[in-house]
C-alpha cells in the first residue's frame, strides 16, 4: 500500500466509555506517544490509521523500536513504509525490534523482531514422536461439521481473551490449539512406519561380533 501515517495518532483521541452507547467492556484506548523520522501522510496512510483505529492494532514503529527509522529509500527520497503492528497488549511479548541498515539485495530496510514464547505446545495426546497430522480432503466434510459442534467452544476461548490479558492471550491461543488438534486427531493423525531393514553389504554386518541380537537392535 505504500502507506505513509506521518505523525497522526493510531488510537482515538480523547476516548471515553460513553455509557448510553458503549458496551461495558469497552477498552478506552490510551494515548500512547510514537516518534518518526518521516513526516508525511497520505491517503493510505490514513487508511492505516483507520484500520488500527477500529481494530486496537498500534504501529510499534517509534514506539517499540525507539527512532522511527525510514524503512524505504530510492532516488526519489526515503520514506516510512514497512510496519509492525499489533495489540497494546502484546507488546510485552516483544523482546527486540530494531530496524537494521540498508543492504544491497533491496531498497527496503529489513525489520528485526524477537518475540519472547512463554507457552510450549503439549504433546500429551501424541504416543510418540512418530504421529504427525495429514490432511485427507475425503474427511474435509467431516472435519467441517466436527469444527460446526465446537463452535461454542472457540467463542467461549476467543471472549476470554478478548476480555483479559496477556496471560489470558497466551493461555487462550493454547486453549484453542488444544481443541482444534482433538477435532482433527480422530480422522488426520497418523504414524510413520519406524522399522529399518538391515543392510548386509555394511562392514560390521559381516564381522565375526555381529550376530542375531546386533541384527535385532538395529531394525
Same mark, same amino acid.
Given at each position: 500500500?505504500?502507506?505513509?501515517?506521518?505523525?497522526?495518532?493510531?488510537?482515538?483521541?480523547?476516548?471515553?466509555?460513553?455509557?448510553?452507547?458503549?458496551?461495558?467492556?469497552?477498552?478506552?484506548?490510551?494515548?500512547?506517544?510514537?516518534?518518526?523520522?518521516?513526516? =508525511?501522510?497520505?491517503?493510505?496512510?490514513?487508511?492505516?490509521?483507520?484500520?488500527?483505529?477500529?481494530?486496537?492494532?498500534?504501529?510499534?514503529?517509534?514506539?517499540?523500536?525507539?527512532?522511527?527509522?525510514?524503512?524505504?529509500?530510492?532516488?526519489?527520497?526515503?520514506?516510512?513504509?514497512?510496519?509492525?503492528?499489533?495489540?497494546?497488549?502484546?507488546?510485552?511479548? =516483544?523482546?527486540?525490534?530494531?530496524?537494521?541498515?540498508? /543492504?544491497?539485495?533491496?531498497?527496503?530496510?529489513?525489520?528485526?523482531?524477537?518475540?519472547?514464547?512463554?507457552?510450549?505446545?503439549?504433546?500429551?495426546?501424541?504416543?510418540?514422536? /512418530?504421529?504427525?497430522?495429514?490432511?485427507?480432503?475425503?474427511?474435509?466434510?467431516?472435519?467441517?461439521?466436527?469444527?460446526?459442534? *465446537?463452535?461454542?467452544?472457540?467463542?467461549?476461548?476467543?471472549?476470554?481473551?478478548?476480555?483479559? *490479558?496477556?496471560?489470558?492471550?497466551?493461555?487462550?491461543?493454547?486453549?484453542?490449539?488444544?481443541?482444534?488438534?482433538?477435532?482433527?486427531?480422530?480422522?488426520?493423525?497418523?504414524?510413520?512406519?519406524?522399522?529399518?531393514? =538391515?543392510?548386509?553389504?555394511?562392514?560390521?554386518?559381516?564381522?565375526?561380533?555381529? /550376530?542375531?541380537?546386533?541384527?535385532?537392535?538395529?531394525?
Amino acid at each position: 500500500m505504500n502507506a505513509r501515517v506521518g505523525e497522526k495518532p493510531d488510537y482515538i483521541i480523547c476516548d471515553k466509555n460513553i455509557n448510553a452507547i458503549d458496551p461495558s467492556d469497552y477498552n478506552v484506548d490510551s494515548p500512547l506517544p510514537r516518534v518518526t523520522q518521516d513526516k =508525511v501522510h497520505n491517503s493510505h496512510g490514513q487508511q492505516l490509521i483507520d484500520l488500527c483505529k477500529s481494530t486496537e492494532m498500534r504501529i510499534c514503529n517509534g514506539r517499540l523500536e525507539v527512532s522511527g527509522s525510514v524503512t524505504y529509500c530510492n532516488a526519489n527520497g526515503s520514506s516510512l513504509i514497512d510496519y509492525l503492528l499489533m495489540s497494546e497488549h502484546d507488546f510485552s511479548l =516483544v523482546k527486540v525490534f530494531d530496524t537494521p541498515e540498508f /543492504n544491497i539485495f533491496s531498497d527496503h530496510a529489513p525489520l528485526n523482531v524477537t518475540l519472547c514464547a512463554g507457552h510450549l505446545m503439549p504433546h500429551e495426546n501424541i504416543d510418540d514422536d /512418530n504421529s504427525f497430522i495429514r490432511w485427507d480432503n475425503t474427511k474435509k466434510e467431516q472435519f467441517k461439521r466436527n469444527i460446526i459442534l *465446537n463452535l461454542p467452544r472457540f467463542n467461549d476461548i476467543c471472549f476470554a481473551m478478548e476480555r483479559g *490479558n496477556t496471560c489470558s492471550v497466551n493461555d487462550g491461543i493454547v486453549k484453542f490449539t488444544e481443541l482444534l488438534y482433538k477435532i482433527s486427531e480422530p480422522l488426520f493423525l497418523r504414524k510413520r512406519k519406524t522399522s529399518r531393514s =538391515v543392510n548386509n553389504n555394511l562392514p560390521f554386518n559381516k564381522a565375526e561380533w555381529f /550376530n542375531a541380537e546386533c541384527t535385532k537392535d538395529i531394525q
